[in-house]
């Protein structure tokens, strides 16, 4: 696939793709590009009012999805394979944050974290590599963090979120033989629901440390994920892949 098909918005077309958290932020940023380059995107998320509304605003289907519950992890992916016959491109991005200073922490805002930002993972991306595995081709993205890293208040959430990139590491070496890959991205600080409560002395400090002025938008990550889902980019695999304005130089 060449230069027309970047033009003509085609690089994704035919492909099917699950992306979850596509109710609003990034993952709806990320549906709306995977959409725009001609995949057909199952829009799943906790919230089913809001992967519906996005959904049908791109001609493509919502599920309600917790990403923390095995079950309703295999019958999503169940459904798209009754559905569609074939599953092409997962993206783990439903992510959620219980901030507090580790030694302040309750059990249930580690639990919390936890289940969703990694275990979620693990459960899609065990799910999906089945289908993939047997068809000999897929696209795995993970939506870590740049505060994998390590981030005062986010004791829960970096651990999760390196737990994300082992897991994404893991998945790639295990899958390459089936020409599946995994790539994990590291957005910076991102212009969403989760940023908009962070207060403002704090936001402005993160917002300094920007090489690149500006916070991110969820297209900016949006972008990436289409490329690493496309076939372009089929020699990419176990990357780890920082989208923060150059936030970690
Ligand atoms: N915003 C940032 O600056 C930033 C930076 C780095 C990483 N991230 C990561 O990007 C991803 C998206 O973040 P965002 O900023 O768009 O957040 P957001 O809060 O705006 O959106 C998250 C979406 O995930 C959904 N969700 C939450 N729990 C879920 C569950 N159990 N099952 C299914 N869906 C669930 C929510 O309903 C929501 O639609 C997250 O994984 C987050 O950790 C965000």
Redesign the pocket.
């Known amino acids: 696939m060449g230069l027309r098909a970047l033009l003509s918005g085609d690089l994704l077309r035919d492909k099917i793709a699950i992306v979850?958290?596509?109710?609003?932020?990034?993952?709806?940023g990320i549906a709306r590009k995977l959409a725009h380059d001609g995949a057909t995107v199952v829009c799943?998320?906790?919230?089913e009012s809001?992967a519906s509304s996005v959904a049908s605003s791109l001609a493509s289907i919502g599920m309600r999805?917790?990403?923390?519950k095995a079950d309703e992890c295999d019958a999503l992916v169940t459904r798209v394979h009754e559905r569609y016959g074939r599953l092409d491109i997962l993206v783990n991005?439903?992510?959620?944050?219980r901030d507090a200073m580790l030694h302040k922490m309750t059990d249930d805002q580690w639990h919390q974290v936890i289940?969703?930002?990694l275990t979620?993972v693990f459960f899609m991306t065990r799910a999906a590599s089945r289908l993939m595995r047997a068809a000999g081709s897929g696209r795995i993205v993970n939506?870590?963090?740049?505060?994998w890293m390590g981030n005062i208040g986010q004791a829960n959430?970096a651990a999760a979120?390196a737990g994300v990139v082992g897991l994404s590491r893991t998945a790639a070496k295990e899958l390459a033989r089936s020409q599946v890959t995994v790539n994990a991205i590291?957005?910076?600080?991102?212009?969403?629901?989760?940023?908009r409560g962070i207060p403002d002395a704090i936001r402005e400090q993160q917002l300094a440390k920007i090489p690149l002025g500006r916070a991110?938008q969820?297209a900016d990550?949006a972008a990436v994920v289409a490329f690493l889902a496309s076939d372009e980019a089929g020699y990419v695999t176990g990357e780890v892949i920082n989208v923060g304005g150059g936030y970690v130089l």
Do not use: Q
Request: contains cysteine; aromatic residues 4%; proline residues 4%.
């Open positions: 979850t958290g596509a109710g609003r932020g990034i993952g709806e799943a998320d906790v919230n809001d999805l917790d990403v923390s991005n439903a992510g959620i944050n289940a969703v930002d979620g939506i870590s963090s740049a505060s959430y979120k590291c957005p910076g600080f991102i212009d969403t629901t989760m940023t991110g969820p990550v």
